[in-house]
């Protein structure tokens, strides 16, 4: 046991209710040291309450949570040796930035000097030197999220803790501070875990995510396999923007090659082989799973180089150019599919096009479960 | 060019909408002073009266413009009328008013705001209930615990004291101060609190450092609250003290009712003032405050 290294947090098991209402159904997480970790969900998924509990501002019902080596459940919060950032960034209306940053310090008697060097080491990496006597009514918005960002850095704890930081910020901004607290992330290599609703925020930050839904993890793994390989459907519908589609389809095992079988327009049906061999027990009535990007305009070439891509007729209802690509609404019998198309062969409104799908990027459901195949 | 043609015309409906609004603010105003007056007469009178000489007042009616101007009334009533015997004036029930009104201000403001930084920042189980029968005594009138408080008072040794009064008021005062306090404090985030917590603060400092430098709006509040409340408050004070004890409000009752000749009214009205003073002061320094905090929900 001496030689085992634990991680920076471990989640085994945990439940969270109140009263008859179970908000956590066992959550099962854990975080190597200087991992970044997401916890993506929608509303009311749980993922802010599991963040509380590992900050300790909620009691666990049952199951462990462990910051390194240390089983913290009844920890309380000033103890975890933690830092968080807020939604609201709770900075202290009445006192100073500066007061704002050392107040952790303050409470912890830590001697005045070392608050003051420590001040001066955190607002120079935030660029916040200019701020440090006005109070925070007097900052902006991308202000603030950086004040409250100093108070967590302030304090060199075991694990960050950030809570939805930057969905109070306007588009641009948000992205701004994604691309900085992910540079952050770097210089510091602390570990972190990030509660936020916002996929894109997930992907482009964590090194690992947990898509999270009525109380429970859905899948935890890298971010790019969460985007490829999704475990259900939730996962596969809540990551990617526009969604995935879902599209009902029948296994067909002729010629000696699996397929899939899915309803075009008028009636008719068209047969997409499927790039991988069959999975064992499979059901007979399956949910195609595509993400717009991997619908293309069907040419030989393409073939030439994506060798999963097949063949499917489809006419366009809706084309809607965003500059940079263009979406298209496609319908494949009385089901609407959203394509992502390059705009140098984008569809034009009213055209039947041959789409190539790229079946090698294609995912398989169960109806049934919603699982993967 | 055209503007100053558009200028020159004569817009027959914007010079009714005008007339319109003219005469709707003229009602509105009249109505309010008339208001006011009915308000405001009554003190007047009794200024007037305070500065006026007896004789005067015997000749021309308690109301009428003054025709002299003097100072007796008010020195009389101060330090040399004879209330029940005594010839002190109202002084000493001035002072008994000021050092119970005072303490009791402060102590049932602090617990209030204890209680309102409790209740709305630590919820326990029970909190809610606990709550609501402290409402209860915000809708319970005064005389209900007369009886209880003359018992209680009575064990503890404090019947005719200002400390017992102290007491009482304090008590009374609870529910009011928590219910301001614990409203006003819903309004600042529970995210500050965790913050707090998470930056090692407990729940003295929490309330030190964070909740109390954000309550001076409904501080002041529950200050000229309850600090009008308890200075006028008659009937405990009346019940539970008397002579050399009693506050300002019920020795002006035992003024008016320990006249054996003819009524001093120069000296009543002056008594008077001088015990509507304080709460008139306090109102004044703080009544811009008083309004905006009323008003004021969250802090942002």
Known sequence: ?373 | MAEQAAALLFDAEAAAASRRHFWTRFAIYGVLTFFAAIYLVPLLVVVFNSFREQEEIARNGLISLPQTFRLDAWRDAWSSYCIAGTCEGMKRNFFNSLWMTIPATIISTLLGAINGYVLSKWRFKGSEVLFTCMLLGVFMPGQIALMPWAFVLGKLGLTNSTYGLILVHVIQGISFTTLFCRNYYLGIPDDLIKAARIDGAGFWRIFRKIILPLSPPILIVTVIWQFTGIWNEYLFGVVFTSGQQQPITAALVALTASGTTARAYDVMSASVLIGALPPLLIYLLGGKYFVRGLTQGAIK
């Open chain 1, 1 to 373: 046991m001496t030689s085992r290294t634990f991680s920076a947090l471990t989640i085994r098991n945990v439940h969270k209710s109140f009263g008859a209402v179970g908000v956590l159904k066992g959550i099962d997480l854990e975080a190597q040291p200087g991992e970044f970790i997401a916890l993506v969900g929608p509303s009311g998924c749980g993922k802010s309450t599991l963040l509380a509990m590992i900050a300790g501002l909620e009691s666990i019902s049952s199951g462990e949570i462990w910051i390194g080596d240390r089983l913290v459940n009844s920890v309380p919060p000033k103890d975890r040796d933690i830092a968080m950032v807020f939604q609201s960034y709770a900075l202290y209306p009445t006192m100073t930035v500066r007061e704002n940053i050392t107040f952790g310090m303050e409470s912890r008697g830590v001697p005045k000097a070392e608050q003051a060097d420590a001040v001066k080491r955190v607002a120079a990496l935030l660029q916040i030197e200019p701020l440090l006597n006005r109070k925070p009514g007097q900052l902006s918005g991308g202000q603030r999220q950086r004040v409250a960002m100093g108070r967590a850095l302030v304090r060199d704890p075991k694990l960050f803790l950030f809570d939805e930081p930057l969905s109070n910020l306007d588009a641009k901004l948000r992205v701004d501070m994604r691309t900085e607290i992910k540079k952050l992330h770097n210089r510091v290599g602390k570990t972190t875990v990030y509660v936020t609703h916002d996929q894109v925020e997930a992907m482009t930050l964590a090194s690992r995510i947990a898509v999270m839904h009525q109380g429970s993890v859905q899948q935890f793994d890298a971010a790019q396999t969460i985007y490829s390989r999704p475990a259900n459907m939730f996962v596969a519908g809540f990551m990617g923007s526009p969604a995935m589609n879902f599209i009902p389809a029948e296994l067909s095992d002729g010629e000696g090659r699996a397929a899939v079988t899915i309803r075009t327009v008028n009636g008719g049906s068209a047969a997409l082989p499927l790039a991988q061999a069959l999975p064992t027990r499979a059901p007979k009535n399956v949910v195609l799973g595509v993400r717009p990007e991997h619908i293309y305009r069907f040419s030989d070439d393409l073939r030439q180089r994506k060798p999963g891509l097949a063949a499917v007729q489809a006419p366009v209802d809706l084309v809607e150019p965003t500059g940079a690509e263009t979406l298209a609404v496609l319908r494949f019998g009385d089901l609407e599919v959203t394509g992502r198309f390059d705009p140098d062969t984008a569809p034009r409104v009213g055209e039947t096009m041959t789409l190539g799908i790229d079946m090698a990027r294609a995912c398989l459901f169960d109806p049934a479960t919603q699982s993967l195949l």
